[in-house]
């Protein structure tokens, strides 16, 4: 895979996009590999957390030009092309709803530009860290196109409106002190390195806590944000019946008491026939 790599040491995988002299730009070989990847490391239960960052000076670019000019799936200029688009853009979608249904969160580590469809992965991880002179945008607007792949959901639940408006319309450039300020970028530092740093902090305490919980944490709050708070409080009634673990939460407070570190199971790998 010459897009990204991945490693994984201690429950902690890390997916490291490989096109640094390209700013990390999205190819379609991305796109085929991704969702694979991380269902792979979401099917044996073992990876708590994942953490995603780019080499080089910027996160991610968005999306390669060879995505703009790759044959006739670009250019839907009958019903057949058409419906050939938007089946190509289904898969995309997908790809990146895999880090939301993974069960592990999924943390992103911001340098540079974080544009186009590096935002829209960016949106669609669990917790961001970013250097201080990073920025953040919808920069489909800049070549006449709508973002597709989830900045025009996501953001809005993540961002004001207002804001996301601005970006979407006018291509704006958000600032990532900015955008911590307002909440999307949980915390910033000085450089790449102390984005990376914050991201590890925060994998390193995730993977430390019992994975169950983690699971069931994740899958609450990603259904929350897309229902009432009457039907996400009985989903979460439903949730913690079914993953309520004495053994885990004994080890949990018996950690506490004694002042060491639990050791929790890490999950079944995930079901299949």
């Given at each position: 895979m010459d897009d990204f790599r991945i490693t994984e040491a201690n429950?902690?995988?890390?997916?490291?996009?490989?096109?640094?002299?390209?700013?990390?730009?999205?190819?379609?070989?991305?796109w085929r590999d991704f969702p694979t990847a991380i269902q792979q490391l979401d099917a044996t239960g073992a990876t708590r957390a994942l953490i995603i960052v780019g080499e080089g000076r910027n996160f991610c670019a968005g999306m390669d030009l060879s995505v703009f000019t790759a044959g006739s799936t670009m250019k839907p200029d009958h019903a057949?092309?058409?419906?050939?688009?938007?089946?190509?853009?289904?898969?995309?979608?997908?790809a990146?709803?895999?880090l939301e249904h993974a069960r592990f969160p999924v943390i992103a580590a911001i340098q540079g530009a974080c544009v186009g469809a590096g935002l829209e992965l960016a949106a669609a991880c669990d917790l961001r860290f970013a250097a201080s002179d990073s920025y953040l945008k919808i920069a489909e607007i800049?070549?006449?196109?709508?973002?597709?792949l989830g900045a025009l959901q996501r953001l809005p639940k993540l961002l004001p409106d207002a804001v996301v408006k601005q970006m979407a319309y006018t291509g704006y450039a958000l600032p990532a002190l900015r955008a911590e300020a307002l909440g999307f970028i949980n915390a910033t530092e000085a450089d790449a390195a102390g984005a990376l740093q914050l991201a590890h902090e925060a994998a390193k305490a995730i993977a430390a806590r019992a994975p169950l919980a983690i699971a069931g944490s994740k899958d609450s709050l990603l259904y929350a944000r897309?229902?009432?708070?009457?039907?996400?409080l009985e989903r979460a009634g439903w949730m913690q019946a079914a993953i309520w673990n004495t053994e885990d939460i004994t080890a949990a407070i018996t950690a506490r008491a004694t002042k060491s570190a639990p050791h929790?199971?890490?999950?079944?790998?995930?079901?299949?026939?």
């Open positions: 429950g902690i995988a890390t997916l490291t996009l490989t096109r640094p002299q390209q700013s990390n730009a999205l190819t379609l070989d991305f057949a092309g058409r419906a050939h688009f938007y089946e190509t853009a289904r898969l995309m979608q997908d990146l709803a895999r800049d070549i006449a196109m709508m973002a597709d897309d229902h009432s708070v009457a039907q996400s929790f199971k890490n999950l079944l790998p995930r079901a299949k026939i």
